[in-house]
């Protein structure tokens, strides 16, 4: 099929939109200096968080003095460690352990939902697959747990990650006398290798000073696991103008083609084969008739009685799971030459011409403008679009081409008595989404293929990606989000801080249905609504003169359910797309020794309010609650420690109000059959029945997690780190019948840094530890699981001028 480009139309209309709010900033002026805590700790790789960051309120408070759960990432930290992908986060951040979506680090986990990501401050389009957010491509990472300020908009409840680029570094570069830059080698394990470079410093644009800051990634690896592989090309380019003393203009860009695939996992899941690696091996019944090495819909559809059998779970049918006998099977279920088998972690469901291909293009426009009377107003501009791709052998294919354009003016000022400072932000803002998205997962079968031989006709789907028919979803149309947002942020002398704030949202959605590229063909329906809602924030602290500053944080956020591409489907939008959020949170934060011991413990529980705007894939329904600790401690110049802990509990809140839940079957849910041979030639789907809160447990989440992490430098160029995750048990699927046992991991390295050059070595995995993570587990982790990676290496070498 024919994939339309996004580049040229939706960018023209995207900057008349943008044009037509930036004008204002005619009226705009000079911004008082604001009195922002930072603490420099020699020797603390940035870990210490007295550093303004914009990303939770806006108000460039520290992490220190924000009255909710947030964690800071710095660079230093980031190479230090050698952190790589988004799943190593949860070493330095709690409540960010985040689930398997078939093996692409896309979007994090926070606190045991889906979230979001951010670019400077703004909302990316929805990432939760589609390509792997570019961890090493950023000088920064903000996690900040709980919903987005209301400055930001409509967002997931859970929390959200900010992304900001190496080449952020723009900013200040004109005040810099030379160039400067590097020159890095990445090589390791599975024939890793990434070659970077960068550049900047200061420059003239029209007889201005310009700072500039240029990135550049490009990525060939192997991989672990069978028939995958990386080839990725990360590009960003940022400059800082100043062209009056009142009027500063930040723009710039990231451009990220990647060619991957996504990974299933294990299949054929059993108890026994996460003990002990045993699999039952065989071949599924021929289907493909017509010969040409695809199985079509029409040719499933002629045996889907009998491959897809739908127990139903309830008692008003008098048919459970542990009822169903060996006896119960169609013939055509059962593999062929059943056996049994010990299967390696690298033996997984990817075919050899599986395919996940995304290019994603952003773009920022930034303008600070201050007056005489103490105004800032910054007017944000951004612009996202991306091209996707994903297919997978055994059923299941996707593309999406989506693009966003927002543009947020801010105003800004502040109020100072003897006694107190009061900031004061007011931000009207558009956010216009326009979508293309198509899916196939009927027929989707895990358990057709044997993972000890190469993926054939016997598991092969037509796809519908490939021949332009038969989709699951095919919806295009876009959104548009009108947001008027305030926010005050009140500080008095005593150490009594209040940050209040306040939005209202309208969202026009207007979404059509192509019935005639459906696998069973109707009309072309189209629907338009309109959704409005409220946010809020209120949020209480104390600064104590010890040291101590406990606070009280409660809000309510409006959130706008999109698909993995962005997309608001026809029924969806029927449904309700819109819904709230609410979060109460309480907690204590600390910095003591001279600001070089830090400390934050939260208390939380946070719940989605709108039980008819589920969308399972990328922000089901839940009621969370659990405790956050975070420890970071610069104990002398040579030694940096840091520590964490998680407790949380996720509850399916639609699960338990409709007493069950939809989800592949596996064998271990089936008790009654004695021979799973008998049922991996399809896929016995049905209801999971929820008796009380516990059976509504969200799975593959461990309840307690304890990180700690350390590096020593010795002062003479080397220094040493190592950090540890140590994770609960957990259950594989939303039924409880498959448990992932416990894991503690351990990674180590060495560093050295020269005047010019450092060198890194970093041993991933250190013991060897044997581990999985649940793939999808509400609705798949019956049938599949993601074996982690073994043992592996990772060397760096940079140069620096």
């Known amino acids: 099929?024919?994939?339309?480009?996004?580049?040229?139309?939706?960018?023209a209309k995207a900057v008349a939109i943008g044009l037509t709010t930036f004008l204002p900033l005619q009226a705009l002026a000079q911004e008082t200096e604001e009195d922002v805590e930072r603490i420099e700790v020699t020797g603390s790789l940035g870990s210490l968080p007295g550093q303004d960051v914009e990303a939770v309120f806006g108000f460039g408070k520290s992490i220190l003095e924000t009255p909710r759960s947030a964690s800071t990432i710095s660079q230093e930290q980031l190479e230090r460690f050698s952190v790589s992908d988004i799943d190593e986060l949860v070493a330095f951040a709690p409540g960010t352990f985040t689930q398997s979506f078939f093996g692409v680090a896309g979007s994090l986990d926070v606190r045991g939902t889906p979230g979001e990501t951010y670019f400077r401050g703004v909302k990316r389009l929805d990432n939760p697959g589609n390509y792997p957010t570019p961890i090493g491509a950023s000088s920064r990472i903000d996690i900040v747990r709980g919903p987005a300020s209301p400055i930001y908009g409509p967002s997931k409840i859970g929390g959200y990650l900010n992304f900001n680029p190496k080449s952020a570094r723009a900013s200040g570069g004109q005040y810099l006398e030379n160039n400067t830059g590097a020159f890095s080698y990445t090589t390791g394990t599975w024939d890793k290798s990434i070659l970077t470079a960068e550049i900047g410093g200061p420059g003239k644009l029209a007889g201005k000073d310009m700072g500039f800051y240029l990135y550049g990634e490009v990525e060939n690896s192997g991989s672990y696991y069978q028939n995958s592989g990386t080839d990725q090309t990360v590009?960003?380019?940022?400059?800082?103008?100043?062209?009056?003393?009142?009027?500063?203009?930040?723009?710039?860009?990231?451009?990220?083609?990647?060619?991957?695939?996504?990974?299933?996992?294990?299949?054929?899941?059993?108890?026994?084969?996460?003990?002990?690696?045993?699999?039952?091996?065989?071949?599924?019944?021929?289907?493909?008739?017509?010969g040409d090495g695809s199985i079509s819909h029409q040719e499933y559809n002629l045996e889907r009685d009998g491959i897809n059998p739908f127990i139903f779970n309830n008692a008003d049918f008098g048919l459970?799971?542990?009822?169903?006998?060996?006896?119960?099977?169609?013939?055509?279920?059962?593999?062929?030459?059943?056996?049994?088998?010990?299967?390696?972690?690298?033996?997984?469901?990817?075919?050899?011409?599986?395919?996940?291909?995304?290019?994603?293009?952003?773009?920022?426009?930034?303008?600070?403008?201050?007056?005489?009377?103490?105004?800032e107003i910054k007017n944000q501009m951004f612009y996202e679009g991306y091209e996707n791709l994903n297919e997978n052998a055994y059923g299941f294919s996707q593309f999406h081409d989506s693009w966003v354009?927002?543009?947020?003016?801010?105003?800004?000022?502040?109020?100072?008595?003897?006694?107190?400072?009061?900031?004061?932000q007011i931000s009207p803002s558009i956010r216009h989404t326009d979508f293309l998205h198509g899916d196939d997962f009927t027929n989707e079968y895990f358990n057709r293929r044997d993972l000890t031989g190469p993926s054939t006709a016997l598991d092969r789907r037509l796809l519908a990606t490939r021949i332009g028919k038969d989709f699951d979803n095919y919806d295009e149309g876009s959104y548009t989000d009108l947001g008027i947002a305030a926010m005050t942020d009140i500080t008095w002398d005593m150490g009594l801080n209040i940050v209040l704030g306040l939005r209202y949202d309208t969202i026009d959605v207007d979404s059509t249905s192509r019935g005639d590229l459906l696998l069973t063909p109707s009309d072309i329906?189209?629907?338009?609504?309109?959704?409005?809602?409220?946010?809020?924030?209120?949020?209480?602290?104390?600064?104590?003169?010890?040291?101590?500053?406990?606070?009280?944080?409660?809000?309510?956020?409006?959130?706008?359910?999109?698909?993995?591409?962005?997309?608001?489907?026809?029924?969806?939008?029927?449904d309700g797309a819109f819904d709230t959020s609410d979060l109460f949170e309480y907690g204590i934060k600390g910095s003591f020794l001279d600001d070089s011991l830090y400390f934050a413990l939260s208390i939380y529980e946070q719940e989605r309010t709108d039980f008819s705007a589920q969308a399972i894939v990328t922000n089901?329904?839940?009621?969370?609650?659990?405790?956050?600790?975070?420890?970071?401690?610069?104990?002398?110049?040579?030694?940096?420690?840091?520590?964490?802990?998680?407790?949380?509990?996720?509850?399916?809140?639609?699960?338990?109000e409709e007493g069950n839940q939809f989800g592949f079957f596996g064998i271990e849910d089936l008790s009654s059959v004695t021979d799973a041979s008998l049922l991996y030639g399809g896929a016995v789907i049905g209801f999971n029945l929820v008796d009380d809160k516990e059976s509504a447990r969200k799975a593959g989440i461990p309840e307690n997690i304890y990180t700690l992490n350390a590096t020593y430098d010795f002062q003479n160029g080397y220094a040493v780190n190592a950090s540890l995750v140590k994770a609960d048990e957990t259950f594989s699927s939303f039924s409880q019948v498959v448990t992932l046992p416990s894991y503690t991991l351990i990674n180590a390295g060495i560093f050295y840094e020269a005047d010019s050059w450092t060198a890194s070595l970093n041993i991933k995995n250190l013991t060897d530890e044997r581990y999985f993570r649940a793939n999808f587990p509400d609705l798949f982790g019956s049938q599949i699981v993601l074996p982690e990676l073994p043992r592996h290496y990772q060397a760096k070498f940079s140069y620096k001028f």
């Not at 279920?333 to 469901?349: C, I």
């Open 525 to 574: 329906v189209s629907v338009k609504e309109t959704f409005d809602g409220v946010s809020w924030n209120a949020s209480v602290s104390f600064k104590t003169e010890i040291g101590f500053i406990p606070y009280i944080t409660a809000a309510e956020q409006a959130t706008l359910v999109a698909g993995q591409g962005a997309e608001i489907g026809v029924g969806q939008v029927s």
């Open 1 to 11: 099929m024919t994939i339309r480009t996004f580049i040229s139309n939706p960018l």
């Open 235 to 290: 590009l960003q380019a940022s400059f800082n103008v100043d062209i009056t003393d009142n009027l500063r203009i930040e723009f710039g860009g990231m451009y990220h083609d990647y060619d991957g695939n996504q990974v299933a996992g294990w299949n054929r899941l059993s108890q026994d084969l996460i003990d002990n690696g045993s699999y039952v091996t065989g071949t599924a019944k021929p289907l493909d008739i017509n």
């Open 620 to 656: 089901s329904t839940t009621e969370n609650n659990g405790t956050e600790f975070e420890l970071r401690w610069v104990i002398n110049d040579n030694l940096v420690v840091g520590a964490g802990y998680t407790n949380i509990k996720v509850y399916n809140v639609t699960a338990m």
């Open 405 to 424: 354009f927002e543009n947020k003016l801010v105003f800004s000022t502040e109020y100072q008595t003897d006694s107190m400072l009061a900031q004061v």
């Open 320 to 375: 459970f799971p542990d009822r169903i006998t060996n006896a119960d099977f169609s013939p055509i279920l059962s593999l062929d030459n059943p056996g049994k088998t010990k299967l390696r972690g690298d033996q997984v469901l990817v075919a050899a011409d599986d395919v996940l291909l995304n290019t994603v293009e952003t773009l920022y426009f930034d303008a600070f403008y201050y007056t005489d009377n103490g105004w």
